[in-house]
C-alpha cells in the first residue's frame, strides 16, 4: 500500500496521492483544483478529479455530484487593489442536501484531519448548494 496519512478521530487515511497533487498545485501550479473524495469500504480520502491550469471554478462547480459529499481545493489567482497579483487556495466542503446523511457525517467528521494534511489553505467554504460556493463568495473571501 503507498504511504498514507491516519486521520485519527474517524480512522480514515489520506492517501500520498492526495497530499502530492496537493503540493503540485501549490507550488507548481500544474493543478487549478482538486476533487477528493472518501470511499467508504476502503477508508480512504481519495483523489476523485484533477482540473488542469486551463481549466476554470465553474468546471470545479460542475464537477461536484448533486447527491453524493466531496471536499475541494481550489487555487484562485486575483489583483489586489493595489494592483498586486495573488493566488489563495480554497477548501471546499461540498455537502448537497440530497446526499445521505451517514455521507454528511463522515465527511464533516473527516474534514479537519484532511485539512491538516493539506498545508497552506488559505480559507475555508462550506456548501449544501452551489449559490453557497459561487465565484461571488470566493472573491469576497480573498479580499
Given at each position: 500500500m503507498a504511504m498514507a496519512f491516519k486521520m485519527a478521530t474517524t480512522g480514515m487515511w489520506v492517501t500520498e496521492e492526495c497530499k502530492n497533487s496537493f503540493m503540485e498545485m501549490k507550488w507548481k501550479k500544474v493543478h487549478k483544483y482538486i476533487v477528493f473524495k472518501i470511499d467508504e469500504g476502503s477508508k480512504l480520502v481519495t483523489v476523485d478529479k484533477v482540473g488542469g491550469p486551463g481549466e476554470s471554478y465553474?468546471?470545479?462547480?460542475?464537477?461536484?455530484?448533486?447527491?453524493?459529499c466531496r471536499y475541494a481545493v481550489f487555487d484562485f489567482d486575483f489583483v489586489t487593489v493595489d494592483n498586486c497579483r495573488k493566488s489563495k487556495i480554497f477548501f471546499i466542503a461540498w455537502a448537497p442536501t440530497a446526499s445521505r446523511i451517514r455521507a454528511k457525517m463522515l465527511y464533516?467528521?473527516?474534514?479537519?484531519?484532511?485539512?491538516?494534511?493539506l498545508d497552506g489553505i488559505s480559507y475555508e467554504v462550506q456548501a449544501t448548494d452551489p449559490d453557497e460556493m459561487g465565484m461571488d463568495v470566493i472573491k469576497d473571501r480573498a479580499k
Open positions: 465553474d468546471d470545479l462547480a460542475a464537477s461536484l455530484p448533486t447527491d453524493d464533516a467528521t473527516s474534514k479537519d484531519g484532511l485539512r491538516r494534511v
